[in-house]
């Protein structure tokens, strides 16, 4: 392997390592906040605040240790293994850290979609736009203008027969 891959690819490897097991120790002490960035994000963690915290802790260990292989692999990418020994350890190092990161992620929104399963449904709007007075589903139906419960009268036309 070329010294110039073998820094390039050893460095890419150390980082994402070193990026995975800082999210899989956020992750495990429930500290990842949610985001569009990190940690295990599908719809049902990034349901709510605590599906997320979840998914995150169940898949912690296997983000923790993929990050782990992904810093050891690169290591000895960058120590120099000799000829085709370093696109071997490339191969495992890759397989390795995506395996591991995957069953993490699939463990995670299993159990956050369980979780989400047992809690009820979220509001229509969560309350933060701004135009949410406007929507009639985002207030209960105790807060909604009379006019607004009724139900729409229909107004029949006379037709225009010629």
């Avoid at 992904?70 to 397989?95: E, F, K, R």
């Avoid at 990161?101 to 929104?109: K, N, P």
């Avoid at 299993?110 to 135009?131: K, N, Q, Y």
């Amino acid at each position: 392997m070329p010294l110039s891959v073998r820094l390039i690819v050893g460095l890419v490897l150390v980082l994402a390592g070193v990026l995975l097991v800082t999210v899989a120790v956020l992750g495990a002490r429930s500290r990842l906040p949610r985001n569009r960035f990190a940690g295990v994000r599908t719809a049902a963690t990034m349901r709510s605040e605590k599906t997320f915290a979840l998914a995150n802790r169940v898949a912690a260990p296997l983000a923790g240790a993929a990050g782990a292989v992904a810093v050891a692999g690169g290591a000895a990418i960058l120590a120099g293994a000799p000829g085709a020994l370093g696109w071997v350890v490339l191969a495992v190092t890759a397989a390795g850290t995506l395996v591991l990161a995957g069953l993490g992620g699939a463990l995670g929104d299993r159990a956050a979609a369980r979780l989400a399963a047992a809690e009820p449904d979220p509001p229509a709007c969560g309350g933060m736009c701004a135009g949410c007075d406007l929507v009639a589903g985002c207030r209960p139906a105790a807060e909604q203008a009379p006019a607004e419960q009724a139900e729409p009268q229909q107004v029949e036309q006379p037709s225009a027969q010629g």
